[in-house]
């Protein structure tokens, strides 16, 4: 099954680069054995808040505006899918990271062909 982990982090350390390095480190570790182990299908980071773009309808058609949709205190950093056997086993690569970063990463399952959009 695959899931996806979506990280967050607080703006302001985000923007003071607090544990910046030692979130790169942890996070390399995560990514080479989870591509030793085949599950680590991609992981990326995110551009900085600031110059996301939002794309709404509104009552004059669909509008494009510069920035994220609201004032937030934490924002999503980046991002990762992994393919493994099950959930428990997703909650348990997840713990780790979260344990040793102390922020939070959410897991949703992805129902590839199981979405009826």
Known sequence: MK?????????AA??????????????????????ESGELVSTE??????????????????VATD????E????LASFAVIDCASRERAVEIVGRLVAILGEPIEIR?????????
């Open 3 to 11: 899931y996806l982990l979506l990280a967050y982090t607080p703006l």
């Open 14 to 35: 985000w923007d003071a680069g607090v544990g910046a390095e030692e979130a790169v480190e942890v996070y390399s570790r995560f990514q080479r054995e989870l591509t």
């Open 67 to 70: 920035g994220p949709f609201a």
């Open 109 to 117: 399952p992805i129902l590839g062909g199981e979405f009826r959009g």
């Open 45 to 62: 980071g995110l551009g900085h808040p600031a110059v996301s773009t939002t794309v709404r309808r509104t009552e004059h058609g669909v």
């Open 72 to 75: 937030l205190k934490e924002v």
